[in-house]
T-cell receptor, first 111, second 114 residues
């Protein structure tokens, strides 16, 4: 699996866009980029995934560079409830049970 | 749908005791997994299953057994608890019929081994 690198912590003001970077320079052509988050001590929650193109859903947007070696998760209007640890994971699509969670980025949204 | 449920929520064991952590899902998902999370760390995969009767080891399988007799249930057994197994345990499930992997996680079981 491709290894990912994320900053250990970030801060963002409430109402502003939170941009979380992830480097995955050894990603293979069949590997997706997944983002999960873990709020406090709850189970992780799926946010979004992408292969090559940028993706958007009701929670976030995912921007993947053309060479696929890095990506950015964007929370467009961060709220206090978005305070969590965010995990960037690279894994092949089908049968991808072995999600490898690094230490993620601890995002703190400040009032 | 209840999603993924785990019992118990909290458990304290003495070294050497055995116990089973329960996990159930009502989404008819083929895939189920067990992870553990130590303080300040990311999740690590213990065991996983791609369907009833099929299980395989993850990253940290030692000291744990699993079985999958039904699609819904995936219990995790601690054979002889050790203090190093103090952790939060998460169960997850996902569908095998889609091309990507969105795992649904349970609320976790917080285990302390004295």
């Amino acid at each position: 699996d491709a290894k990912t690198t994320q900053p250990p912590s970030m801060d963002c003001a409430e109402g502003r866009a939170a941009n979380l970077p992830c480097n995955h320079s050894t990603i293979s052509g069949n590997e997706y980029v997944y983002w999960y988050r873990q709020i406090h001590s709850q189970g992780p929650q799926y946010i979004i995934h992408g292969l090559k193109n940028n993706e958007t859903n009701e929670m976030a947007s995912l921007i993947i560079t053309e060479d696929r070696k890095s990506s950015t998760l964007i929370l467009p209007h961060a709220t206090l409830r978005d305070t969590a640890v965010y995990y960037c994971i690279v894994r092949a699509g089908q049968g991808a049970q072995k999600l490898v969670f690094g230490q993620g980025t601890r995002l703190t949204i400040n009032p | 749908n209840a999603g993924v449920t785990q019992t118990p929520k909290f458990q304290v064991l003495k070294t050497g005791q055995s116990m089973t952590l329960q996990c159930a899902q009502d989404m008819n998902h083929e895939y189920m997994s067990w992870y553990r999370q130590d303080p300040g760390m990311g999740l690590r995969l213990i065991h996983y299953s791609v369907g009833a009767g099929i299980t395989d080891q993850g990253e940290v399988p030692n000291g744990y057994n699993v079985s999958r007799s039904t699609t819904e249930d995936f219990p995790l057994r601690l054979l002889s608890a050790a203090p190093s197994q103090t952790s939060v345990y998460f169960c997850a499930s996902s569908s095998g019929t889609v091309s990507y992997n969105e795992q649904f996680f349970g609320p976790g079981t917080r285990l302390t081994v004295l």
